[in-house]
């Protein structure tokens, strides 16, 4: 038995998910920023349900979702192009304690009875402004901890990190809404930004790379990584094809609270358990990921996953048998991660280190931003032709856009996993 498992500790010391967690650096960013991802997953969940129990209404949750959209379409490119020419880690500390301050005035308005669908819409509003401005800093970090033969491994170990959070916060938040109320949910997400703050105090980033050179204004700089990916023969389409999956695909997790309580009448912890088994489908890819650790082969990876999950979106809004709708959850959540994360670190390795922030800020916007277009989108369709059609509708419309892109899977593998170099762009 010994040696047996002497082997399983050196393959897994060996495989992409041992390497990154050999630095220091990363260890500490990523525990501390899994235990925040744990309370940003009590926050949505219980956000979802405050919206439900306020409103009852399918658009609402769209909107909410919308709201939170919509500074990052404002303020993301922005923020990459800051992150470009700024310290990252100053930024992001920063950030997250302003951030911190949000989620306590949500959590005491929750606690006090003074919420309202209006004032949660204002904080929707504030704390997607807020993740705007975080997030090229954050999706940048990773190259900052650990050396560039290491960015894959630590990226795929992030999705499970997440993933792995995207479980146990769900599934507490339930527990919680049931038990204290969702006011004390809030609490909890206060407390564990409280530590992610603390652990950013703790850490250097011996890899930042290089900056962009001051020569330009800052919104010369954001014209600059526009042309920068419009123009590469990798990244266009990648974004493009990621644009699709976000607007057609991922609007479903913000629709689950209609879903558990309209369709499958289960209330908070039949949303808890949808979201959980979203979480252990995109666990389950985290893993596969950050234990494969590199590029080879993810481009097909990438476009069949698109594929994938268009169907099992289909055969969710199709079903009536909740257990079988979070088996499919857990399937739409899987090809997802491998969507964003196998994007990521396509691009991530093969993007021009000084224009990083301005190329994931606009990746960042892709994934996070256009869902809630697609939220609000299918929400409001909800209203007269119910929660099923419409994400029946993005499954078809999102197995078109692969039929499109998929001619051209072998100009991406070749470009993506021979080495990923600038050959499809203009140097800044």
């Given at each position: 038995m010994a040696p047996f498992l002497t082997a399983i500790g050196a393959s897994i010391a060996s495989s992409g998910m041992g390497r990154s967690m050999r630095h220091r650096e990363y260890r500490v960013f990523s525990i501390t920023h899994f235990i925040s991802a744990v309370g940003f997953w009590l926050q949505r969940v219980g956000i979802g349900w405050l919206t439900w129990d306020l409103t009852h209404s399918g658009a609402w949750l769209g909107i909410i979702a919308f709201a939170e959209a919509v500074p990052m379409f404002l303020l993301t490119p922005l923020a990459g192009s800051l992150a470009d020419r700024v310290d990252r880690l100053k930024m992001f500390r920063l950030l997250n304690i302003v951030n911190t301050i949000a989620a306590a005035v949500l959590a005491a308005l929750t606690i006090f009875g003074l919420i309202n669908i209006y004032w949660l819409t204002a904080i929707a509003i504030t704390t997607g402004a807020l993740s705007a401005m975080q997030l090229p800093a954050r999706m940048t970090m990773a190259p900052g901890l650990v050396p560039r033969d290491d960015v894959p491994?630590?990226?795929g170990f992030n999705a499970i990190l997440f993933q792995l959070s995207?479980?146990?916060?769900?599934?507490?938040?339930g527990l919680i809404i049931a038990s204290l109320g969702v006011g004390y949910l809030f609490v909890a997400n206060v407390l564990s930004y409280v530590v992610f703050i603390i652990g950013l105090y703790?850490?250097?980033?011996p890899y930042g790379?290089?900056?962009?050179?001051?020569?330009?204004?800052?919104?010369?700089?954001?014209?600059?990584?526009?042309?920068?990916?419009?123009?590469h023969a990798g990244i266009a389409p990648l974004i493009l094809l990621v644009f699709g999956a976000a607007l057609f695909v991922r609007p479903y997790m913000d629709m689950l609270p209609g879903f558990a309580d309209a369709i499958f009448d289960r209330g908070p912890q039949g949303l808890a358990t949808l979201v959980a088994a979203s979480g252990v489908?995109?666990?389950?890819?985290?893993i596969w990921l950050a234990v494969h650790g590199k590029?080879?082969?993810?481009?097909?990876m990438v476009l069949g996953s698109v594929l994938v999950g268009a169907v099992a979106l289909l055969l969710f809004a199709s079903t009536s048998l909740y257990w079988l709708a979070a088996f499919w959850v857990a399937v739409i959540a899987g090809t997802s991660t491998v969507v964003s994360v196998g994007a990521q670190m396509l691009v991530q390795t093969s993007v021009d280190d000084r224009m990083r922030g301005r190329v994931m800020s606009l990746y960042g916007l892709t994934w996070r931003g256009i869902p809630a277009i697609g939220a609000l989108m299918?929400?409001?369709?909800?209203?007269?032709a119910g929660l099923q059609a419409p994400l029946i509708g993005g499954g078809l419309f999102c197995i078109g856009l692969w039929a499109v892109i998929m001619p051209r899977k072998r100009r991406l593998a070749a470009f993506f996993e021979d080495g990923g170099d600038d050959r499809g762009s203009a140097r800044p």
């Open positions: 491994a630590a990226i995207a479980f146990i916060g769900p599934a507490a938040a703790m850490i250097t980033l790379g290089e900056r962009s050179k001051r020569e330009t204004g800052i919104f010369a700089d954001m014209v600059d990584g526009i042309r920068y990916v419009s123009g489908g995109g666990m389950a890819a985290g590029t080879q082969h993810m481009t097909s299918m929400g409001g369709l909800s209203s007269w």
